[in-house]
């Protein structure tokens, strides 16, 4: 059983910048971000499939957020720029061993605890 641990959160003024990061007790295939507002859904961010060298964006962060990983230390990370007020949200990482679709909250198996992004305008 993996486990993860997010940090980095925090409050931000719009336009800026904030790296979050994500520890797991072990490897595994994929790790990815998801973020969940208050009263909404949680969503899919971004993913990195080790196996298949692949990385994923939702189109709500791309061009704006980078995921990256060092599987010596078993992170994962998100750089997030131009941040917007519609960013806020609790930011969760995740992991699986293996996942069918990856863009799915379902897919993924081991999750962290979150952390909170702020962004103030």
């Known amino acids: 059983q993996v486990q993860l641990v997010e940090s980095g959160g925090g409050l931000v003024q719009a336009g800026g910048s904030l790296r979050l990061s994500c520890v797991a007790s072990?490897?595994?295939?994929?790790m990815g971000w998801f973020r969940q507002a208050s009263g909404k859904e949680r969503g899919f961010l971004a993913y990195d499939r080790r196996s298949a060298n692949e990385i994923y964006y939702a189109d709500s962060v791309k061009g704006r957020f980078t995921i990256s990983r060092d599987d010596a230390k078993n992170a994962v990370y998100l750089q997030m720029n131009s941040l917007k007020s519609e960013d806020t949200a609790i930011y969760y990482c995740?992991?699986?061993?293996?996942?069918?679709?990856?863009?799915?909250?379902?897919?993924?198996?081991?999750w962290g605890q979150g952390t909170q992004v702020t962004v103030s305008t």
């Open positions: 995740a992991a699986a061993d293996a996942v069918r679709v990856g863009i799915r909250a379902r897919d993924y198996a081991y």
């Open positions: 072990g490897r595994t295939d994929v």
